[in-house]
């Protein structure tokens, strides 16, 4: 595993707190334009792959009425940044999704592992593919 410069891990924080704030607020638009035009979401725990940003947008439109009434966030944590080359990152990390409702009851989601690709084209960031793998226990 390779060290990245403080620069690319706080440039990777800051577009990954820019990215779950879209998908936060249900700007189902905002949160597809972070992905390039070919990029690929695979739930690998339900065999659901989604490629492009047309199916995305289609995709997380047919899940917004889960989310009707409640405030939903992504608690992203344990980040392991690696520099494939200069435009090319893979992260590793952990994801918790909660759904807070108008009396504060809080439910949680499944916790995930998620594997990006991410690239620069013309200085941004953006997601190539995203790999989420529902946690599982651990076999003793």
Known sequence: MSNVSAQTYFEVQTFYAQQMRLLDRLDVEGYAA?????????????????????ALIA????ALPRYKGVAVRH???HYLIEEV???????????LVTRTSADGKVDFEPTFAIEDVLVRVDGELYTRSRTIHRDLPVAI
Do not use: I, P, Q
């Not at 995709?59 to 047919?62: D, E, L, Q, T, V």
């Not at 080359?85 to 994801?95: A, F, G, I, K, R």
């Open 34 to 54: 972070t992905f390039t035009e070919d990029g690929v979401t695979d739930h690998a725990h339900r065999g659901e792959k989604v490629e492009g940003r047309a």
């Open 59 to 62: 995709g997380a439109k047919h």
């Open 85 to 95: 080359d200069e435009n090319t990152l893979t992260v590793s990390y952990c994801s």
């Open 75 to 77: 608690w992203n944590d």
